[in-house]
């Protein structure tokens, strides 16, 4: 409960500020409209009732009242249109923060690696489960508070009126709104929040026949799989309407049942007005007063046949929200100043405590400016130890310190969006001039000149319009934005082209000449580049080489070699 509060609640102070000028014009709108129908109802009939007689005309006052009229519907109409700009405005930006926490979070920690495994649901994280997160403060919380505001305001004009009507009305009242509230979060709480889970369930399906048409075709399961998603979007378009059915009945029941309070205050006041008590404009005022009652109720019926819905998001955010630091990634430790640029003093380390240790044993320097390649098979620990030296989510007995690091890896990501923005991810401060450097000093000059927007021209998803040479290049040009003297190097030069890899690490030992370097590889073409080779076995360090011994050129030579090792040659 206590994270769950923690997400409803904002720690922002102007967000606070925001939600609570928000709930304040709410209220004014809901007051301004009981104000705007009370004193209308009130005038129209005492108006009336003074022209029957020329004395009363000419005493009573009609300048005050209209002046009031118009007041309150002024207020009301710029109560609504500021509560509207306030309270989205407020939302979005909680929204967004949760947005950035979530990202964060999934970057970080090992127990949400499940979802970086299933982008489909890590989807629905970013945006179904946030967007219910966004109705909780609109349509749950500020009903609620404005329907109790307009409740007591009401209860409090009737029994200004006459007290017996003002207490008999609100204890019926408030009887009527808890039963229909707790009708509908009984009635549809478990629907909708099954209703959620299913969408999320056709979104994964829809996103999963999208992706793999070609694997469905060719297994011939294309067919199949596009009428079970069929099929699912029926049953999940049936059970919608129905959950629309259940709330339209709790509505038209709770509306039945207003109508009849509403009479029944109608025959009392008559019967009050008959009986002397209260005079005929009173009357007629608080007649109007309970007819706006229903209006300012509904969205709370509504709110409450979502909570399901809603409840189900907290649940599931909850996780990501700051505080829950045990399972949090800690940030790598800064080097302090001294000769070396990374330290390496590692017992063990193991992604869960309970799991395998992926590194044992591990213990180097790395001094300015070196170079150092580590080899071995698959499953050895390469790229974990790498990862190790950036913030990634590991727990560690013993040491493991560096200066801040650039990290090139195999796989590109690229974002649908311009050259410039997906260049701007690498260095937030990056100047355009920063950016045509960098792109040249990768090979992409001729790509650059030739596009019509140059950095400004758009990129498509999964690389589109790039080769996968050029892909590689562009993460260059984003390792060389970074301008970090520690370049941790995960195959760079895999799966491309001899000619293409070859003149990237050429550009990568000119530029990157004076940067330390922390390669994995198993190409030949890449360990000839280091100063020195670790080899690592199950985990473990086997073997620490300089270029200068006999054992760096039986591991070079044992190295897999491909187009770029036979032009050499």
């Given amino acids: 409960m206590k994270k769950i509060f923690a997400l409803i609640a904002p720690r922002d102070r102007i967000i606070r500020k925001k939600m609570l000028w928000g709930l304040v014009f709410a209220i004014l709108t809901a007051l301004s409209t009981i104000g705007l129908l009370c004193l209308s109802g009130w005038f129209i009939t005492a108006t009336g009732i003074a022209g029957l007689t020329i004395a009363a005309t000419r005493v009573f006052d009609v300048f005050m009242p209209s002046a009031a009229i118009r007041f309150f519907a002024l207020l009301r109409t710029g109560a609504r249109y500021a509560e509207r700009l306030v309270n989205h ?9 949760l947005r950035l926490q979530l990202f964060k979070t999934i970057a970080q920690r090992k127990s949400l690696r499940d979802l970086a495994m299933r982008p489909a649901r890590l989807l629905h994280r970013l945006t179904g489960d946030i ?113 629309k059915k259940r709330q339209l009945a709790i509505e038209a029941i709770s509306g039945f049942v207003d109508k009849l309070i509403f009479v029944g205050l109608i025959l009392s006041t008559i019967l009050l007005y008959q009986y002397g008590l209260i005079s005929l404009p009173l009357a007629v005022l608080s007649i109007l007063a309970a ?42 430790e800064e080097l302090p100043p001294c000769s070396y640029v990374a330290i390496a003093d590692i017992k063990r380390a193991s992604y869960e405590p309970q799991l395998p240790a992926v590194l044992n044993d591990i213990h180097f320097t790395v001094s300015s400016g070196e170079k150092i390649a580590f080899v071995g098979p698959n499953g050895a620990g390469k790229s974990s130890l790498i990862s190790l030296f950036m913030t990634k989510d590991m727990i560690v007995e013993g040491k493991i310190a560096a200066i801040k690091a650039a990290l090139l890896e195999q796989n590109t990501y690229i974002f649908h969006d311009t050259l410039h923005e997906n260049l701007k991810l690498a260095n937030v401060t990056a100047s355009n001039d920063d950016m045509v450097e960098a792109m040249e000093r990768a090979g992409l000059h001729d790509y650059l000149v030739n596009l019509k927007d140059g950095l400004y021209s758009s990129i498509g998803e999964n690389q589109t319009g790039l080769s996968t040479g050029q892909a590689r290049r562009f993460a260059l040009a984003r390792l060389f934005l970074q301008k970090r003297d520690l370049w941790l190097l995960d195959e760079p030069t895999e799966n491309i082209d001899g000619g293409t890899a070859r003149d990237i690490l050429e550009r990568m030992k000119h530029y990157g000449r004076e940067k330390s370097w922390l390669l994995v590889t198993h190409l030949k073409r890449e360990a000839t580049c280091c100063d020195r080779i670790i080899t690592l076995d199950h985990t473990r360090i086997t073997g620490d080489y300089e270029r200068s011994s006999e054992n760096y050129q039986r591991v070079l030579e044992s190295l897999r070699e491909d187009n770029y090792d036979k032009h050499s040659m």
């Fill in 291 to 332: 007819l706006t009652l229903y209006d300012l109720v509904k969205p709370l019926y509504q709110g409450c046949g979502e909570i399901g819905r809603y409840i189900l998001a907290l649940r599931r955010l909850s996780p990501f929200v700051e505080g829950e630091s045990a399972n949090s990634a800690k940030p790598r």
């Fill in 131 to 243: 967007d219910s997160y966004e109705l909780i403060y609109l349509k749950l919380i500020v009903p609620s508070i404005v329907a109790l505001v307009a409740i007591l305001t009401i209860i409090a004009v009737l029994s200004s009126v006459h007290l017996g009507l003002g207490l008999g009305f609100g204890l019926i009242v408030f009887a009527t709104v808890i039963v229909f509230s707790c009708l509908s979060i009984k009635l549809d709480e478990k629907r909708s929040a099954s209703l959620a889970i299913r969408r999320e369930s056709l979104r994964t399906r829809v996103i999963a026949l999208l992706s793999g048409q070609t694997d469905l075709v060719m297994n011939g399961c294309q067919q199949s799989f596009t009428s079970h998603v069929m099929n699912t979007e029926d049953s999940l378009a049936t059970s919608d309407v129905s959950l």
């Fill in 89 to 97: 405005d407020a939302t979005f930006m909680q929204s967004r923060g």
